[in-house]
């Protein structure tokens, strides 16, 4: 069993930057792949970026590329998602999750894959 809970969501101008964390329980945090997925109101939940369990192959959805950068501290438990050159379309609710399987060799890129998730992290971008 994994729990996630995500911290660093707020309200930040466009052009600027947020750092949230995803801090999981359970010894099995770094045999899982992470995600990070946002939901915005009236909109379905989607996919932003995943690491492997390794910390290799990060994946980022096209709409994030280049501006978001995942990582991952297996000793410490924690998976990061540091936010660049925000946009107003980036305000939703960010959740982060861990794959339910271990050790897997691909990465997981779709919410079915994802067994454990946070409550989520509000984040806002002001035009």
């Known amino acids: 069993q994994v729990q996630l809970v995500e911290s660093g969501g707020g309200l930040v101008q466009a052009g600027g930057s947020l750092r949230l964390s995803c801090a999981a329980s359970?010894?099995?945090?770094?045999?899982?792949?992470m995600g990070w997925f946002r939901q915005a109101p009236g909109k379905e939940r989607e996919f932003v970026t995943a690491?492997?369990?390794?910390?290799?192959?990060?994946y980022y959805a096209d709409s994030v590329k280049g501006r978001f950068t995942i990582s991952r501290d297996n000793a410490e438990n924690t998976v990061y998602l540091q936010m660049n050159s925000l946009k107003p379309e980036d305000t939703a609710v960010y959740h982060c999750?861990?794959?339910?399987?271990?050790?897997?060799?691909?990465?997981?890129?779709?919410?079915?894959?994802?067994?454990?998730w946070g409550q989520g992290t509000q984040v806002t971008v002001s035009s």
């Open positions: 359970g010894r099995t945090f770094s045999t899982r792949a």
């Open positions: 690491i492997s369990w390794n910390g290799g192959s990060p």
């Open positions: 999750a861990a794959d339910g399987w271990t050790f897997r060799r691909t990465l997981p890129v779709t919410s079915a894959e994802y067994d454990y």
